[in-house]
Every structure is written in C-alpha cells, then in structure tokens.
Antibody, heavy 120, light 108 residues
Framework: VQLVESGGGLVHPGRSLRLSCAAS????????MHWVRQVPGKGPEWVSG????????GYADSVKGRFTISRDDAKNSLYLQMNSLRGEDTALYYC??????????????WGQGSLVTVSS | EIVLTQSPGTLSLSPGQRVTLSCRAS???????LAWYQQKPGQAPRLLIY???FRATGVPDRFSGSGSGTDFTLTISGLEPDDFAVYYC?????????FGPGTKVNIK
C-alpha cells in the first residue's frame, strides 16, 4: 500500500488549496478513504472521510462548509478541496486508507503527509 | 459529543517493563469501535489495535488491547527500544471520528 500526498504549501488566509493523494498497491475503488491532519506536537484530527463509490461522506465540524472531499476511482486518487482557509488549518495533512468500505472505518495505512501553512 | 481522555499523559519507563495505557470515553463505545495507534517522531501513525482487542497485520503479540463500554487499555508486555513513542486511542464507526490526546512513552 502506498499513499502519496501532494498540493500542500504556503497560502494566504481566505484563499484555497487542493490536496491530492495518489494511491497504489491495493484495490482503491473497494476502499473508503480519509484525510487526517496533525499540528506538530499535537494529536491527529480527523478532517473528512469518503466511502467506496462516494455514497457517504463525513466532515469534522471545524471544516464543514469549507472543505470538500472527493475521489476519482479511475485515477486511484483522493482529493481535498480546501476553501476559505484559516490560520488554524495549518497542519500536516495525511491521506489514509480506511479498513473497509465505510467512511467511518478506522484508517489503517497512512501517507507521509503534505504540509499546509496558512499565513499572511 | 463523545470525548476521549488518555492517561497518563507521559510515562518514563525502562526497556523490558510492562506498560498499561488507558483510554476513557465520555459515553459508551458502540461495537467496541476503538483503535490504538503508535506514532514515532517524523512518521505517520501506525495502526496497532482495532475493535478494542484485534491486532493489526504485522503487529507483535507483545501489544494487546482490552476493554469495553467506556474504558479501554493498551498493554505492552515488555517494552522494546522500538516501542518508545506516542500512543493514541481512536474512536471510529460514527462521524466525526475522534482521536485521544495521546500518551507519550519515554525511555527512563
């Protein structure tokens, strides 16, 4: 299982950023997926999850209405569109495979993360 | 909304010692949907235990999980140098998924 995140960087407050995650080594379309973020020195925070076939999606209250998760099974890719970014969104963003098809199944494999810094 | 509490916050132990980490939920956990992760500096979290007591693939049998309802425990039967890390409990099965604040296990 390999998960490689990309798209992070430095962005001004209020702007947008799109993260991507390229998956390989497993049947991507048969797995739910997650985005989890972590501020250095703090615990992980679940951001969003998407079930197989995109039937069910969930978001943390802290990002609801601003972030959108999506997947492209043909490209074995997961995405996170982040709008109206705030300083408190600064974190390392991990893509993670779920242990099952449900968007609430626990993450079992994680990428190495993509750093998002929101600052003026 | 459920809150996860982990204790202690930090432990200082010697290799070979047995360690018990605690995770408490503010409400009963459905179907024992409680997992444990290990995280070392500069690395992503690694799944150790799911459904409270089932070891993930490749996890050594010195790691064991137990508990039900609101109280859960991760036990390491004999600490090895590679085990010094931060351990997080994780509530899943319902949205939003939650992580506990973590317990750091230091070398004494």
């Amino acid at each position: 299982v390999q998960l490689v995140e990309s798209g992070g960087g430095l962005v001004h407050p209020g702007r947008s950023l799109r993260l991507s995650c390229a998956a390989s080594g497993f049947n991507f379309q048969d797995s739910a997926m997650h985005w989890v973020r972590q501020v250095p020195g703090k615990g992980p925070e679940w951001v969003s999850g998407i079930s197989w076939k995109s039937e069910n999606i969930g978001y943390a209250d802290s990002v609801k209405g601003r972030f959108t998760i999506s997947r492209d099974d043909a490209k074995n890719s997961l995405y996170l569109q982040m709008n109206s970014l705030r300083g408190e969104d600064t974190a390392l963003y991990y893509c993670a495979r779920a242990d099952g098809r449900s968007h609430t199944a626990p993450p079992d494999y994680w990428g190495q993360g993509s750093l998002v810094t929101v600052s003026s | 909304e459920i809150v996860l509490t982990q204790s202690p916050g930090t432990l200082s132990l010697s290799p070979g010692q047995r360690v018990t980490l605690s995770c408490r939920a503010s409400q009963s956990v459905t179907n024992n949907n409680l997992a444990w992760y290990q995280q070392k500096p500069g690395q992503a979290p690694r799944l150790l235990i799911y459904r409270a007591s089932f070891r993930a693939t490749g996890v050594p049998d010195r790691f064991s999980g137990s508990g039900s309802g609101t109280d859960f425990t991760l036990t390491i039967s004999g600490l090895e140098p590679d085990d010094f890390a931060v351990y997080y409990c994780h509530l899943y099965g319902t949205s939003p998924l939650l992580f506990g604040p973590g317990t750091k296990v230091n070398i004494k």
